[in-house]
């Protein structure tokens, strides 16, 4: 069965709304998860680690304040796209991995979001 | 840095094999392979780590050859499910899974 849920699927906003974006391990308490950015056709893209119950790390050019994390529990973590623009249109993925069981472990993708700002 | 994935695309017949290659300029730990199908979420294949070892998951298999810091994915007797674009994500500092780089991808097409 599914490892991690996150949603929604597709979300299609006006500009200058915020999206929130919810990502839960369901199999392990995961007190990491990443954050990703996929543009059409091309590679992952890390934006952040998110840290149970401290601040989030950030990649080099990844906006804090752009796009805000909260990871307030050992199975959810949050990604909210604040005052979206069209350029922040993209499919955002999730993932979760097993860190109890070592650091070479599998990374399970959530499903995406496409988020599509009009 | 990115490692550079050769080739960008390669479109197979039913039953062929394919080679896609993960290179990198940067030593590395480990490599993660991935495949992601058109609009889902990438799919775990299989972890390399230093040590020039070769892991396999029924005809998919993987080598790691440390010296030439390079990863390379064996696809045998592909079928149409093999379908996809295949990431290699390196590991440039021990880190494992908490910081991986992942290449830009190639694209697998197995046509009937």
């Known amino acids: 069965g599914a490892v991690v849920s996150q949603h929604p699927s597709w979300v299609i906003c006006k500009s200058g709304t915020s999206v929130k974006i919810e990502c839960r391990s369901l199999?392990?308490?995961?007190?990491?998860m990443f954050w990703y950015r996929q543009f059409p056709k091309q590679s992952l893209m890390l934006m952040a680690t998110?840290?149970?119950?401290?601040?989030?790390?950030?990649e080099q050019g990844v906006e804090k304040d752009k796009f805000l994390i909260n990871h307030a529990s050992l199975t959810l973590s949050t990604l909210t796209v604040t005052s979206a623009h069209p350029e922040d249109s993209s499919f955002y993925i999730c993932?979760?991995?097993?860190?109890?069981?070592?650091?070479?472990?599998?990374?399970?993708f959530g499903d995406g979001t496409r988020l599509s700002i009009l | 840095q990115q490692p550079v994935q050769s080739p960008q695309a390669v479109i197979l017949r039913e039953g062929e094999d394919a080679v896609i290659n993960c290179s990198s300029s940067?030593?590395?730990?480990?490599v993660h392979w991935y495949r992601q199908k058109h609009g889902e979420a990438p799919v775990f294949l299989m972890i390399?780590?230093?040590?020039?070892e070769q892991k396999g998951h029924e005809k998919i298999s993987a080598s790691f050859n440390e010296k030439k810091q390079q990863s390379s994915l064996y696809l045998t007797a592909s079928q149409l499910s093999y379908s996809g674009t295949y990431f290699c994500?390196?590991?440039?500092?021990?880190?494992?899974?908490?910081?991986?780089?992942f290449g830009k991808g190639t694209k697998l097409s197995v046509i009937p």
């Open positions: 993932s979760v991995t097993n860190i109890q069981r070592g650091s070479n472990q599998p990374q399970h």
């Open positions: 994500g390196t590991d440039f500092s021990g880190a494992g899974s908490y910081q991986l780089t």
């Open positions: 390399l780590l230093k040590g020039g």
């Open positions: 998110s840290n149970e119950g401290s601040k989030a790390t950030y």
């Open positions: 940067k030593a590395l730990y480990s």
């Open positions: 199999d392990f308490q995961a007190t990491t």
